[in-house]
């Protein structure tokens, strides 16, 4: 899961590259994840994805055959992803299980997963927000810039909730529900990858019947997307038990997304 970058103050330290005293001012959590870090040819980017897929970041090299060996896993990887009619979901299966495998053989380096995972998505939110430098953003159309990327007509497998609460409880369930729970426990602990993102919304009531947004003087939104897998489907049932398993807190899920656990009180 990724979530929104916070403002950082500027730190005066030694820098570990030129070990001088120098002002380094804050990064949104992309570009801090590439610096430093590997490169291929001048590609930080480059140089992060090569690692992922655990491909030799020395290229070109002196060695012609590790050039070629990296050229043919390209190849592979290329053959293996257009082979199937929709490309974004080949890709997404593909990163899933290469996350899986990075956490599970080589869990000395969680820039190779779950971190991987978080770093790209919150790269990719900042682009189109435009918050790429630190700043804030007062953009309203993310929603229909992430929907213009030119997704399958049939869609993508995934799984959705969205949880109401009022503001007294909400951030209490945020902190100990999803933060210690499902992403320590299940995501970091357990090694279940999720792509995907958690997005927190603050609205005012409303007076229609059936709406979620029933607190005063505030409803908190809480929404976790994500793609699925068998990794999501635990992570997504463990979401919705725990918003019903507490008695302190009073959440209303939305009815078009997962509310199956829902039981009749009344």
């Not at 570009?31 to 040819?41: E, F, I, R």
């Not at 409880?169 to 426990?185: E, G, R, V």
């Not at 409303?206 to 939104?221: E, K, N, R, V």
Request: proline share 6%.
């Amino acid at each position: 899961m990724a979530a929104a970058p916070a403002e950082a103050p500027c730190q005066l330290r030694r820098c570990a590259t030129c070990r001088n005293r120098v002002a380094h001012r804050w990064r949104p959590p992309l570009k801090a994840s590439l610096w430093p870090g590997n490169t291929v040819g001048n590609s930080k980017l480059a140089g992060r994805i090569f690692d992922f897929l655990g491909w030799s970041t020395a290229v070109p090299s002196i060695n012609i055959s590790d050039d070629i060996n990296v050229a043919n896993q390209a190849g592979k990887l290329i053959s293996f992803l257009t082979q199937y009619p929709h490309l974004m979901a080949s890709l997404f299966g593909t990163i899933n299980v290469q996350a899986i495998a990075n956490m599970l053989n080589a869990s000395g380096h969680p820039a190779r997963g779950l971190q991987f995972l978080g770093d790209t998505l919150s790269g990719f939110l900042d682009a189109i927000q435009g918050t790429v430098d630190g700043k804030n953003s007062d953009r309203t159309d993310v929603a229909h810039r992430v929907g213009a990327i030119g997704w399958p007509d049939s869609g993508l497998p995934g799984r959705g909730i969205e949880i109401a609460l009022p503001p007294e409880s909400a951030f209490t369930y945020l902190q100990t529900a999803l933060f210690d729970l499902i992403l320590q426990q299940e995501m970091v602990e357990r090694r279940r990858p999720l792509i995907g993102y958690l997005s927190i919304r603050v609205v005012p009531p409303t007076s229609a019947l059936l709406g979620m947004q029933q607190f005063s003087p505030y409803s908190i939104m809480i929404e976790v997307v994500g793609y699925r897998s068998p990794e999501a489907n635990v992570i997504f049932d463990r979401i919705q038990s725990s918003a019903f398993g507490r008695r302190e807190i009073d959440a209303m899920l939305h009815w078009g997304l997962e509310n199956d656990q829902r039981k009749l009180e009344r």
